[in-house]
């Protein structure tokens, strides 16, 4: 990500460094991604929110196999996209009214949760059908959160790790060990040590989301939706009181 010099960028867009805090909300921001993610493929007739590309796969074997595709799995990817972008606008907009991006996205992402979580009670009823309107909605609104947090970490933060994607992380965090270990140059193992200890708590955090998804869903089913809406309230929180 490039960063800046003048002053009023740096305090527009916060360095994951500036604080531990901030590590920590990129942890709880991963345990929610790998929470919704599995809490929509167990309950959303195999919906991937966070892991998005997912859904490709999915797509292509229903399409091999010659059964019905969940309409779902056809719109994902298309309003991902959307949101991306959507969410870089505002950002940018915030930005040149000299708004920091990072909260105002926050509450974004954690209404778009909320929703979701509505949305998913509405589709109780209906579950088992997955091209009804409110499974659709309630899956559309969770992909839309995780754009958000996607698009978020890449344009609020300076040097955030990805939340959601953890191909990327685990490779970037393998590649850094293995350039501290055996690297020359001082410079270079130093920056990979440093990016290291961004990336592992992401990697852990996932793993607990995805673990804490499944427990809830086996308790709770569908109500485990207000699981992730529920750890972005908290994120939010510990953002303000870093800033206060």
């Given at each position: 990500?490039?960063?800046?010099?003048?002053?009023s960028?740096?305090?527009?867009?916060?360095?994951?460094?500036?604080?531990?805090?901030?590590?920590?909300?990129?942890?709880?921001?991963?345990?929610?991604?790998?929470?919704?993610?599995?809490?929509?493929?167990?309950?959303?007739?195999g919906?991937?929110?966070?892991?998005?590309?997912?859904?490709?796969?999915?797509?292509?074997?229903?399409?091999?196999?010659?059964?019905?595709?969940?309409?779902?799995?056809?719109?994902?990817?298309?309003?991902?996209?959307?949101?991306?972008?959507?969410?870089?606008?505002?950002?940018?907009?915030?930005?040149?009214?000299?708004v920091?991006?990072?909260?105002?996205?926050?509450?974004?992402?954690?209404?778009?949760?909320?929703?979701?979580?509505?949305?998913?009670?509405?589709?109780?009823?209906?579950?088992?059908?997955?091209?009804?309107?409110?499974?659709?909605?309630?899956?559309?609104?969770?992909?839309?959160?995780?754009?958000?947090?996607?698009?978020?970490?890449?344009?609020?933060?300076?040097?955030?790790?990805?939340?959601?994607?953890?191909?990327?992380?685990?490779?970037?965090?393998?590649?850094?060990?293995?350039?501290?270990?055996?690297?020359?140059?001082?410079?270079?193992?130093?920056?990979?040590?440093?990016?290291?200890?961004?990336?592992?708590?992401?990697?852990?955090?996932?793993?607990?989301?995805?673990?804490?998804?499944?427990?809830?869903?086996?308790?709770?089913?569908?109500?485990?939706?207000?699981?992730?809406?529920?750890?972005?309230?908290?994120?939010?929180?510990?953002?303000?009181?870093?800033?206060?």
């Amino acid at each position: 990500m490039t960063t800046t010099s003048n002053q009023s960028d740096v305090i527009l867009v916060p360095s994951v460094d500036s604080s531990i805090w901030f590590s920590f909300i990129f942890f709880i921001l991963s345990v929610i991604a790998g929470a919704s993610d599995t809490i929509s493929f167990l309950g959303l007739n195999g919906l991937f929110t966070a892991h998005i590309t997912g859904n490709l796969v999915i797509l292509a074997a229903h399409v091999v196999a010659g059964s019905q595709v969940p309409i779902s799995q056809i719109i994902a990817v298309p309003i991902f996209f959307v949101m991306l972008a959507m969410t870089k606008m505002i950002a940018s907009l915030l930005e040149r009214a000299s708004v920091p991006s990072l909260l105002p996205l926050l509450f974004i992402h954690f209404g778009l949760l909320a929703c979701c979580f509505i949305a998913g009670m509405v589709a109780i009823k209906q579950i088992q059908d997955s091209n009804a309107i409110s499974v659709i909605l309630t899956g559309m609104l969770g992909v839309s959160a995780m754009a958000v947090q996607n698009a978020l970490v890449q344009t609020s933060v300076k040097g955030a790790p990805t939340t959601a994607v953890m191909t990327t992380n685990i490779t970037r965090f393998t590649v850094d060990m293995v350039e501290v270990v055996l690297g020359r140059h001082p410079k270079n193992k130093a920056a990979a040590l440093e990016r290291a200890l961004n990336t592992w708590p992401a990697i852990i955090g996932f793993f607990i989301g995805c673990g804490l998804g499944a427990a809830s869903f086996a308790l709770i089913g569908l109500f485990a939706l207000a699981t992730p809406a529920i750890l972005a309230l908290i994120t939010i929180i510990m953002y303000l009181l870093v800033k206060s």
